[in-house]
Antibody, heavy 120, light 110 residues
């Protein structure tokens, strides 16, 4: 059974940093792209960043480019998101999601999310 | 940037059919995926590649696409179907990789 579990959320001041992690199990981790999607309170879903299965290629939404860094450790089945220079508008629940197959494919499994609050 | 347009809300009586549309430029060329998000829960994939249902999703959920509009149809609506529904595509232009979600449609079961 596929299981994704995020951790690392919390309260951080504007300009601060936070590192999110996503522990994966139940599938061959390095065979699938992984993605972070966020949802601001009361708002819709927003793609944040994706990384290919081998970790060599990374992609970012314009809203986080240059501030966030996605990475993965395939030996530990772990996905990470390093978030720097945080802004109030980064306040959201962050979900990690598994890609189903190809790049244009769906996200077939999601974690339960971790909440990030950026506030002074 | 690419935009997917969904109606903000759809209301339906139990047992009836709910239809949620998702429109976008040149959508005919892009696989469309649909997610259900119940209050306080993570999204769940209900339709992928326009029409396919993941294992465990009831046959009451069906996807279709015509020209530049995709539709999620929920037949025999139940109280448990009350949720937000999002359509999503992958947009790759000029080397820019982008996953796009619609703004979501809130389905209310009357």
């Amino acid at each position: 059974e596929v299981h994704l579990s995020e951790s690392g959320g919390g309260l951080v001041q504007p300009g601060g940093s936070l590192r999110l992690s996503c522990a994966a199990s139940g599938f061959t981790f390095d065979s699938y792209d992984m993605t972070w999607v966020r949802q601001a309170p009361g708002k819709g879903l927003e793609w944040v960043s994706s990384v290919t299965g081998n970790g060599r290629r990374t992609y970012y939404a314009d809203s986080v480019k240059g501030r966030f860094t996605i990475s993965r450790d395939n030996s530990k089945n772990t996905l990470s998101l390093q978030m720097d220079i945080l802004r109030a508008e980064d306040t959201a629940t962050y979900y990690c999601a598994k890609g189903r197959k190809a790049a244009d494919d769906a996200f077939d499994f999601w974690g339960q999310g971790t909440m990030v609050i950026v506030s002074s | 940037s690419y935009v997917l347009t969904q109606p903000p809300s759809v209301s339906v009586a139990p047992g009836q059919t709910a239809r949620i549309t998702c429109g976008g430029n040149n959508l005919r060329s892009k696989p469309v995926h649909w997610y259900q998000q119940r209050p306080g829960q993570a999204p769940v994939l209900v339709i992928y590649d326009n029409t396919d249902r993941p294992s465990g999703i009831p046959e009451r959920f069906a996807g279709s696409k015509s020209e530049n509009t995709a539709t999620l149809t929920i037949s025999g609506v139940e109280a448990g179907d009350e949720a937000d529904y999002y359509c999503q595509v992958w947009n790759f232009i000029s080397g820019q990789w982008d996953y796009v979600f619609g703004a979501g449609t809130k389905v209310t079961v009357l």
